[in-house]
């Protein structure tokens, strides 16, 4: 299966704690985005990295929030001292060059207690 | 503030039935995707569409990009209860990359 992965699918942590997220862009790709699905919201764009390079990040909160597309392995979204709020489906979606077409992974659902 | 407008944002019909699902915006946008989700899943890519005026079919599904590029819309001919899901369009502007979502549309065809 060489479409975008992410895991966990299913992350619960309590308020405090740090969740980790991460993604395998389908093969080829160097174009990451990461977006935010809140319960009764559209999707909403968080960051748009290349390999080693954070192109966009104005859609993610300034503080808690960060993330990583390093040269091996997969990018990673950390949110540290989680809060309820940051509950939500977070999706990683991966593009090559000379396309606007995304492809989704299956999301990771966070659970803050 | 929404930058795409979708509706209706909840339908339900009857297998065999036609429906026409509405992506509008005072936005140009470059490009426009549609895709289609299931509860506990990502949105599965249906279709991008470039050109305006751009006219294209998938099996039952029909989609077109209006003539300014600021619209969008998505036909299903004879629904069936495996067409139930939820329908997002999400457009690229002239000046970004990133995906902007309208809120959706909720179908479900009963049989």
């Known amino acids: 299966n060489a479409g975008v992965m992410q895991n966990p699918r299913h992350l619960v942590r309590r308020r405090g704690q740090e969740a980790r997220l991460r993604c395998s862009p389908m093969k080829g790709h160097s174009h990451v985005y990461w977006y935010r699905q809140l319960p009764e919201e559209g999707l909403k764009f968080m960051v748009y990295?290349?390999?080693?390079?954070?192109?966009?990040e104005s859609g993610m909160p300034k503080e808690r929030f960060s993330a990583e597309f390093p040269k091996e392995g997969p990018s990673i979204l950390r949110i540290q001292q989680v809060v309820r709020g940051d509950s939500a489906a977070y999706f990683c979606a991966s593009n090559g060059q000379l396309t606007d077409t995304q492809y989704f992974g299956p999301g990771t659902r966070l659970t803050v207690l | 503030t929404q930058l795409l407008e979708q509706s209706p944002q909840f339908l339900s019909i009857q297998e065999g039935e036609n429906l026409t699902v509405y992506c509008n915006s005072s936005s140009v946008f470059s490009s426009l995707q549609w895709y289609r989700q299931e509860p506990g899943e990502g949105p599965v890519l249906l279709v991008t569409?470039?050109?305006?005026?751009e006219v294209k079919k998938l099996k039952r599904l029909t989609f077109q990009f209006g003539d300014a590029r600021k619209d969008s819309s998505l036909h299903i001919t004879a629904a069936q209860p495996g067409d139930t899901g939820l329908y997002l369009c999400a457009g690229i502007t002239n000046s970004g990359y990133a995906l902007n979502f309208g809120k959706g549309t909720s179908l479900l065809v009963t049989p």
């Open positions: 569409v470039v050109t305006g005026g």
């Open positions: 990295l290349q390999k080693e390079n954070i192109i966009d």
